[in-house]
């Protein structure tokens, strides 16, 4: 009739919002009070970062009961870099230590290592992955040089010498000669023999008279890179004066004049 007033769309409204307000009490009761199923979770460590074990949190409402830090991860390096060509793979040891100086037992359970160009010269690479406690992907170098040969002999020349060495062929490119007046090499100078098979090499223009010491070692060139073996020992020459000293008396390379009667 006119004049009246009809309540039922408000207490449908009221109805609705009373039934949420329970809802979201029943989810927050069921939160507050519940049996916890806790799980085990791991946030790995790495290089500078350190990590966490959470041994118990609660899957429904996250809370957490127990847990310890994994210290980051401070250096990650190869017990050794340099080798001397072989013939067979180099295999270096992987040595992780962490933030307090501590090196994880068990490595196997944390990284696995791959080593790739690691049995000919030049540049190899260990690949070092981490795992479980720990992530992240780390590369390390190390080099693999060629090996090295023995000077044989140098022999004296005019204002010069000539050196002589074993022959190594396997993984070399060539060699390189080394002379200097300085038993330590300093200020030396160096000559390159770019055959390998190739075993004298003759220097000259050298000083007349003059001690010179000489040594040679091995080289090869891998990717535009030379690698290079140790030098070998050092062995003294001196050089000849490059004069001719007359038997009859004369002046040294003046033979001396002889009158004819």
């Avoid at 992907?137 to 040969?149: C, D, L, Q, S």
């Avoid at 002379?179 to 160096?190: D, R």
Wanted: aromatic share 10%; glycine share 8%.
């Amino acid at each position: 009739s006119a004049g009246s007033f009809t309540t039922d769309g408000v207490d449908k409204m009221r109805a609705k919002k009373d039934a949420l307000l329970g809802l979201i009490y029943f989810e927050n009761a069921v939160k507050t009070v519940h049996i916890h199923d806790t799980t085990c979770v791991i946030i790995p460590a790495s290089l500078n970062r350190n990590g966490m074990v959470i041994t118990e949190r609660c899957k429904i409402c996250g809370k957490v009961y127990d847990g310890y830090t994994v210290n980051a991860l401070a250096s990650i390096k190869l017990n050794q870099t340099k080798y001397v060509y072989n013939g067979k793979s180099f295999t270096p040891n992987v040595i992780v230590t962490d933030v307090k100086g501590d090196v994880p037992d068990n490595s196997s359970d944390y990284y696995t290592v791959k080593y790739s160009n690691n049995k000919t010269v030049g540049t190899a690479t260990a690949t070092i992955t981490f795992k479980n406690y720990y992530d992240g992907t780390f590369k390390r170098t190390f080099v693999i040089n060629p090996k090295g040969t023995t000077l044989t002999g140098v022999t004296a020349d005019k204002k010069g010498f000539t050196a002589k060495w074993n022959k190594q062929a396997t993984q070399t490119t060539g060699y390189q000669i080394q002379y200097s007046t300085n038993k330590n090499f300093k200020k030396a100078k160096t000559v390159t023999v770019k055959n390998n098979k190739t075993l004298t090499k003759k220097v000259a223009k050298l000083a007349a008279g003059k001690k010179y010491f000489v040594r040679v070692r091995t080289y090869k060139t891998v990717n535009g890179k030379n690698y290079y073996s140790s030098w070998s020992k050092a062995k003294p020459v001196s050089t000849k004066n490059g004069q001719h000293q007359d038997l009859r008396g004369g002046p040294p390379g003046r033979p001396e004049k002889v009158e004819i009667s």
